[in-house]
């Protein structure tokens, strides 16, 4: 996958590491998205209700971004009081976090990256 498709502080794959993208990656030629999974649900502060579904609070919008997670599916659904609204499947970290961003104007805070 090219550089151009991520954002500065997105998590990125270079040579087997999962790292933050910076300046210093975009000249990098082993730079691969990495796969979003329920352990990346977590390290991104993601909420767990004990099944197969998560959530994440959006106070800024009044909303809330639910997971459903179908074998190696994760189908995002933004809810709030007024309806909800299913989107294609996420299969990256780094859509994730642009889908936050755009959603809320707010990057996440990562606790680890390993």
Partial sequence: MK???????????????????DNGCFGATTLQPVLL??????????????????WLP???IKAELHFEIYGADIVP?????????ILNEIRYVH??????????GLEFEI???A
């Fill in 37 to 54: 999974k329920q352990d990346w649900l977590t390290k991104l502060g993601v909420r767990h209700n004990g099944y197969s579904r998560y």
């Fill in 3 to 21: 550089a151009k498709n991520f954002r500065i502080g997105n998590v990125v794959n270079i040579n087997g590491k999962d790292i933050l993208m």
């Fill in 111 to 113: 606790k680890e990256l």
């Fill in 77 to 85: 659904t933004i809810k709030n009081d007024f309806g909800e609204l």
């Fill in 58 to 60: 959006m106070p800024n």
């Fill in 95 to 104: 859509e994730l976090q642009n889908l936050f961003f755009a959603l809320t």
